[in-house]
């Protein structure tokens, strides 16, 4: 795991050496291991300018042949030795890449690519990248099961090659002008360009406040900051810059029709494997434990592969009994003999911390359970541990959000099949104290107008309680985009798991995770985003995941014997959740009245600070439940204080 730093002179003119060394030094907490840099000339007009630690201090001058650089910051996960550093030559040095990612399978692709006759220097992910590529070109992306963000110059080709893993788990951001194009792994860095003006995107900062959405789109909070999109190549031959997709969420599964040889045995191997290559590192491994299924089956699975070795996993709990999911998590512990750590997190601290989390996070974010993951991060970081697994991606490719039984009714009534749905519905609501609210609205999205929807869901969630009008009209036609699911599919819940895993909620999660665990130097693993996982769920028919009142199915009797019975019986949902409103109405309430009460916020344009006002007095009474609201409000207001003050 690493940062990325690159520019690219379209016009040819001289490479600004002070704004590449800025950029990367920007990212040393992504690599705290080693810092490298590499000059290229096009065409081969000089040899490659390589410099370790200082490029201002092994380059004195402007040398105007050269025309691209690379910057890495190294975090040394696999292959600790020297012969991993960054940015890595091919044998000629005519091909050259900075690369952030782990690549689980890289010892298959390895074995292929030898017998194919290729050659290796070292032990590194990084290095079968680069091979892969010189192997396979452009297509190499398709052999790479991982996460990954990277940039290759290719100089036999005079073409610069830079990808994103299919779901985003590693960040690409980048700028355009007519003379350069420069990336990297954080926004921060492409802020080091003095030339990059900082202006609040607009249309983004609706779709947050309104949507709930974020890294749902190319765009960013910053105006002219790209990312590049999930799943995505940029190329730039001969000047021109060109973006296309590279993987596709409609592909077809492999292996034929999945409703036929679907089944719980093969999804427990796939599972279970999957686990095992995320398992591969040079250094201490541990895993977040929520008590929910996705993290504990990681754990317990985790354990059989460690049968003998020491393993530590980090939870969170509160004193409030909605929030604290102590006894899943003890269970989980002693089920695998884990070193478990517990913490409660502290609100205050964490509110007073909120200017250093959103200078790493670079964004807003929609609620204060990221506080609680970047409190675990650090405490991980403080007990010496350099990769963690997590649980990230259960809940959109297994249906685990309560939402998803709407969906699949809808498809069930559409296709005419009201008897099951009846039954699924009625043995859903045994297993539960209370309907959750997505399950009607999800409903409604698969059976009424998506026009309605919108309106309605506008009314419902009093947006007009304290939204800007001027605001509000000037962006109010994303709505009814902003809330569609898309048609990708055919039925209404293929469509909301693809939107969640691409728009809705799976982007803003992998951010998040990216940045508090790199801010501590930390690699996130996230077995079920393996891509023959990912392939396998999304082709699964339905009832594989929601069966008898049931989510999450074909995980629960995978796990069978092997999670705890009480985890995998659970019914209900948490994940580090926070006791958000009572921080919101009682915690951190002068702190909040000070921050609505500030000219800065009162003159931002986006609400009507009055009507605000009330609607948080309403709030705190009780009379309203608009607390994910209230918290993009303090998240935004914060943001621009520190980006823009």
Not at 138 to 160: K, P, Q, S, Y
Not at 472 to 490: I, T, V
Not at 499 to 505: E, K, P, R, V
């Amino acid at each position: 795991m690493c940062g990325i730093a690159g520019i690219l002179q379209l016009n040819k003119s001289p490479m600004d050496l002070k704004l590449l060394e800025g950029m990367t030094r920007s990212l040393a907490h992504r690599g705290p291991d080693g810092e490298g840099y590499v000059l290229l000339a096009c065409a081969g007009a000089g040899a490659p300018i390589v410099a370790a630690n200082s490029l201002l201090d092994s380059v004195r001058q402007t040398l105007r042949e050269y025309s691209i650089g690379f910057g890495h910051r190294r975090l040394a996960i696999l292959d600790r030795s020297a012969l991993g550093k960054q940015p890595m030559a091919s044998e000629d040095e005519r091909v050259w890449i900075t690369y952030n990612g782990e690549v689980y399978n890289y010892l298959e692709i390895q074995g292929e690519l030898m017998a194919l006759g290729r050659h290796f220097r070292s032990a590194t992910d990084t290095e079968v990248v680069l091979q892969a590529y010189l192997e396979w070109g452009t297509a190499c992306v398709e052999h790479l099961n991982g996460m990954f963000a990277f940039a290759i110059w290719d100089g036999h080709r005079n073409r610069l090659f830079c990808a994103r893993d299919p779901l985003g788990m590693k960040p690409f951001y980048y700028r355009l002008s007519g003379e350069r194009l420069i990336f990297a792994s954080e926004i921060k860095a492409l802020l080091q360009d003095a030339s990059c003006s900082r202006s609040p995107n607009n249309p983004i900062i609706y779709d947050f406040l309104v949507l709930s959405l974020q890294d749902h789109t190319g765009e960013t909070f910053f105006e002219n900051i790209k990312q590049l999109r999930p799943g995505h190549i940029l190329l730039v031959e001969d000047g021109h810059v060109q973006i296309h997709e590279w993987w596709d969420i409609r592909r077809p599964p492999s292996g034929g029709n999945m409703k036929e040889c679907a089944s719980t045995a093969e999804f427990g191997k796939l599972f279970r494997d999957a686990v095992r290559i995320h398992l591969r590192s040079d250094v201490p491994v541990g895993s977040c434990l929520s008590g929910g299924l996705d993290s504990s089956s990681i754990v317990c699975t985790m354990r059989q592969f460690l049968p003998a070795s020491p393993l530590q996993t980090f939870s969170s709990y509160f004193d409030d009994p909605a929030c604290d999911e102590r006894a899943y998590i003890r269970a989980v512990a002693t089920e695998a003999h884990t070193e478990s750590v517990e913490i409660m997190p502290d609100g205050r601290r964490l509110f007073e911390e909120m200017p250093t989390v959103l200078w790493f996070q670079e964004e807003p974010f929609a609620g204060t359970s990221y506080l609680v993951q970047w409190e675990l991060m650090r405490v991980a970081s403080d007990h010496g541990v350099k990769v963690l697994l997590d649980g990230q991606g259960g809940d959109e490719l297994l249906c685990g959000y309560p939402g998803y039984w709407g969906s699949y009714w809808g498809d069930l009534i559409f296709s005419g099949g009201w008897g099951k749905a009846c039954r699924e519905a009625t043995a859903y609501g045994r297993q539960q104290a209370r309907i959750h609210p997505t399950v009607y609205s999800n409903l409604a999205r698969a059976v009424l107008p998506a026009q309605l929807v919108s309106n309605a869901r506008f009314s419902l969630k009093r947006h007009a309680l304290w939204l800007d009008s001027d605001f509000a009209d000037a962006h109010r036609s994303r709505d009814q985009a902003g809330l569609s699911y898309g048609e990708k599919f055919p039925t209404a819940l293929g469509n909301h798991t693809a939107s969640y895993l691409q728009t809705h909620s799976l982007p803003a999660l992998l951010h998040h995770e990216d940045r508090s665990s790199m801010a501590f130097s930390i690699e996130a693993r996230l077995p079920f985003l393996d891509s023959r996982l990912v392939e396998y769920l999304l082709g699964a028919p339905p009832e594989l995941k929601l069966n008898r009142g049931r989510s999450k199915a074909i995980l629960r009797d995978a796990l069978a014997g092997v999670l705890p019975q009480a985890v995998s019986a659970r019914t209900d949902k948490m994940g580090f959740a926070t006791p958000q409103d009572r921080w919101l109405r009682e915690t951190l309430r002068p702190d909040l009245d000070r921050l609505f009460g500030s000219r800065e916020f009162q003159q931002r344009g986006y609400w009507d600070p009055r009507q605000l006002r009330k609607a948080y007095d309403q709030y705190c009474r009780g009379e309203v439940a608009i607390g994910s609201s209230v918290w993009r409000w303090v998240s935004l207001e914060m943001w621009h204080q520190r980006f823009f003050s």
